[in-house]
């Protein structure tokens, strides 16, 4: 089985920062892009940034400049660095990536996600 894992969310002041963890463990034999996710109450699950194997990346308008995204391919883990948080940041995020498995069958998987409040 595969699980992610993520860490780091809290409770903060607008301008702090956050920085988030996402660790895959199980039966991994390769993991492709890996992507932070973020959802507020009724409304859609948003791309917030993503990160190749190969690290090529791409943020979303909202977010760019102030989250960086980075990747541990040794640890299998993915990152995302929030600085000048504002309000608008706080949801529920989630990451996401394609885990191809030691039986060979590709999959997605998404983490638990973790609540980040920006308080202004």
């Known amino acids: 089985q595969v699980q992610l894992v993520e860490s780091g969310g809290g409770l903060v002041q607008a301008g702090g920062s956050l920085r988030l963890s996402c660790a895959a463990s199980?039966?991994?034999?390769?993991?492709?892009?890996m992507a932070w996710h973020r959802q507020t109450p009724g409304k859609q699950r948003d791309l917030v940034a993503v990160?190749?194997?190969?690290?090529?990346?791409n943020y979303a308008d909202s977010v760019k400049g102030r989250f960086t995204i980075s990747r541990d391919n040794a640890k299998n883990t993915v990152y995302l660095q929030m600085n000048s948080l504002k309000p608008e940041d706080t949801a529920v995020y989630y990451c996401n990536t394609k885990i191809t498995r030691r039986d060979f069958r590709s999959e997605e998987y998404w983490g638990q996600g973790t609540q980040v409040t920006v308080s202004s």
């Open positions: 199980g039966s991994i034999l390769s993991i492709n892009a």
């Open positions: 990160i190749t194997r190969d690290g090529s990346i």
